[in-house]
């Protein structure tokens, strides 16, 4: 039997917002603060306390759901959903069951060179909980923390619907809402400080079947995107060996575990909790007017799609290059102001936008990605340095004073340091020799020494210019400019063959 995965994904991530979502304590999502800390009477869940609704998180949520073309529903409210666990306060979390904040909506996604419109069933808003520290002591004795700072954070779930199949999919799907998030400033979204959540719905069917299979998994811990796609590969495959030996998948919630690369069973749904969901009494329905909605949606910023179009509309940059430049608002940010500060305008800021995307998707992301770091990662100063960094470079390259070669050894240099490209070459003695009397002398030099490649030539076989070229670029120490050594070269050597 062949098996179709269907995939759902469920993303948690914390509201940029100043005070948590009931009370006026400050968030911390720094997680700077000492534990416990950032508390009061309402987010310790004691008796005889009323929350308050934060009206900027409402709003961030309204946002979110209007960038991912969702309905915003007239009148909501919020639910108490009932477990004991020792991270939840007051028993209850406050969240909002049948009728959130925004419904229906969707998202384009690029998977394998191909646009699918990935539906977004819900968006939803919620308080977040406590933080627990399980301690093992190395005398054997076991024992938690709780540390309330985090308890009653604002929470944005949101929900995709399944109608995923691959985990190259779910992870398109990931980034792809995580960079509207942070396009939005609704939330740092940072995985690994758990501002950004995601637990995966996974189950297998018949391929063709059209129904949704039961036996649902819900897999959770993953804390990045390729976990994401690891954690949902193997219960694929773990799923598909079970169902092939005609077993039957447990419903259950299984922990990924990374280092491992599988997941295991944490809890059986068939002991899930009955969350006893019911209406908060203690807060009042929310009421959206239509105005309030249409006031949102024309202050929204520019979106990642949008901003992708305009890039490749107002650069002529190609679409690929537009793609991965508006992965993050940071990274589109500063290809502008990169490209601004080059001063240049029409057909010369075209070539000048390609190019500054080719040092910013090519040596600039390989040293990031090498130092495991971000963008926003960097001091604003550095970041500035780069940009001045990439335009004289370019200059450089354009004019032929640096080789290709020479300008990557020049960046990483001014990637870490911030110094000027144009100091670097000046100090190392860099400039390329575009002197054609000096090239002149070395071609010479290449000739006389070379007697038998000059054979070859002359026989008839061109490739011994290539060779002839690298002894040239040896002698000049690889200052020569390529271009000019190649014509010489050429030149001299069709007058050695005529003549
Ligand atoms: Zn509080």
Redesign the pocket.
């Known amino acids: 039997m062949e098996w179709e995965p269907v995939i759902g994904l469920e993303v948690h991530s914390q509201l940029l917002t100043r005070s948590?979502m009931?009370?006026?304590?400050p968030t911390d999502q720094e997680q700077q603060a000492p534990p416990n800390t950032?508390?009061?009477?309402?987010?310790?869940g004691m008796p005889g306390t009323l929350p308050v609704i934060n009206r900027r998180a409402v709003e961030l949520t309204m946002m979110t759901g209007l960038a991912l073309n969702c309905s915003i529903n007239e009148h909501t409210y919020f639910d108490r959903k009932n477990y004991p666990y020792p991270d939840l306060m007051k028993g209850y979390q406050i969240s909002q069951f049948p009728n959130p904040i925004a419904i229906k909506g969707w998202m384009d996604v690029e998977v394998d060179g191909q646009t699918r419109r990935l539906g977004i069933t819900r968006v939803h808003l919620e308080e977040d909980t406590a933080k627990m520290m399980h301690i093992h002591e190395p005398s054997g004795e076991s024992y938690s923390l709780v540390d309330v700072n985090r308890?009653?954070t604002p929470l944005m779930e949101i929900v995709g619907d399944p109608d995923m199949h691959s985990p190259e999919e779910a992870r398109q799907y990931l980034m792809k809402l995580h960079s509207i998030l942070r396009f939005l400033g609704v939330s740092t979204a940072d995985m690994e400080k758990g501002s950004f959540r995601c637990d995966a719905n996974v189950s297998l069917r018949p391929r063709g079947s059209t129904v949704l299979p039961p036996g649902k998994v819900e897999v959770k811990n993953m804390n990045s995107f390729r976990s994401v796609a690891r954690a949902i590969q193997h219960e694929i495959e773990r799923q598909g060996r079970v169902l092939d030996e005609g077993g039957r998948v447990a419903q259950e919630t299984r922990g990924w575990l990374e280092d491992k690369g599988v997941t295991v069973s944490q809890r059986s749904k068939e002991h899930a909790h009955d969350y006893r969901y019911f209406p908060e009494p203690d807060l009042p329905p929310l009421v959206v007017s239509r105005q309030q909605v249409a006031d949102m949606r024309s202050r929204l910023p520019e979106l990642p799609d949008a901003m992708r179009e305009r890039l490749v509309a107002q650069y002529g940059l190609p679409a690929y290059d537009a793609r991965l430049l508006t992965a993050s608002r940071a990274t589109a940010q500063f290809f502008e102001q990169c490209v601004a500060s080059s001063g240049t305008k029409g057909e010369a800021q075209k070539s000048r936008a390609k190019a500054a995307s080719n040092w910013m998707l090519g040596e600039q992301a390989r040293l990031m990605g090498l130092a495991q770091k971000e963008l926003e990662d960097y001091p604003e100063p550095l970041r500035k340095a780069w940009m001045t960094g990439i335009n004289q470079l370019a200059d450089l390259v354009e004019s032929g004073t640096l080789s290709s070669t020479q300008a990557k050894a020049v960046f990483e240099d001014t990637f870490a340091t911030g110094r000027e490209p144009k100091a670097i070459v000046q100090e190392k003695g860099l400039a390329q020799v575009s002197d054609s009397d000096a090239i002149g002398v070395f071609v010479e030099q290449a000739i006389a020494a070379n007697s038998s490649a000059v054979a070859d030539f002359k026989s008839g076989k061109d490739n011994a210019v290539k060779f002839l070229v690298g002894q040239v670029m040896k002698l000049s120490k690889g200052k020569a400019n390529p271009g000019l050594v190649n014509a010489l070269l050429k030149g001299k050597l069709d007058a050695l063959k005529n003549g």
């Open positions: 948590k009931f009370c006026a304590c950032r508390v009061c009477p309402v987010c310790l308890s009653g």
